[in-house]
């Protein structure tokens, strides 16, 4: 788990090294119309992100910020490992 300050939030961020319980993924998937591989993807994950925001009330924007941060880390993270292989 990573856990830090930003500003006056603390961000907790940590891998949960399993499929998301109870075929939830798989079975919100089917009703993505607009992605039409969801079900695949969704069957193939084995593992997900949890992310916790703790500070002021009204954190609302700031957290939106830091979390688009986290998956956009993830996803950069993610291509450079597949264009070193």
Not at 48 to 59: C, Q
Request: hydrophobic share 45%.
């Amino acid at each position: 788990m990573l856990v830090g300050n930003i500003g006056d939030i603390m961000v907790a961020v940590a891998l949960m090294p399993a499929p998301i319980p109870n075929n939830e993924a798989v079975e919100n998937a089917k009703t993505n119309y607009r992605w039409p591989d969801a079900v695949k993807v969704a069957e193939e994950h084995k593992a997900h992100i949890f992310s916790f925001f703790i500070g002021r009330a009204r954190l609302n924007r700031r957290c939106k910020v830091i979390y688009k941060d986290c998956i956009s880390t993830y996803k950069t993270r993610k291509i450079v490992q597949e264009l070193m292989s």
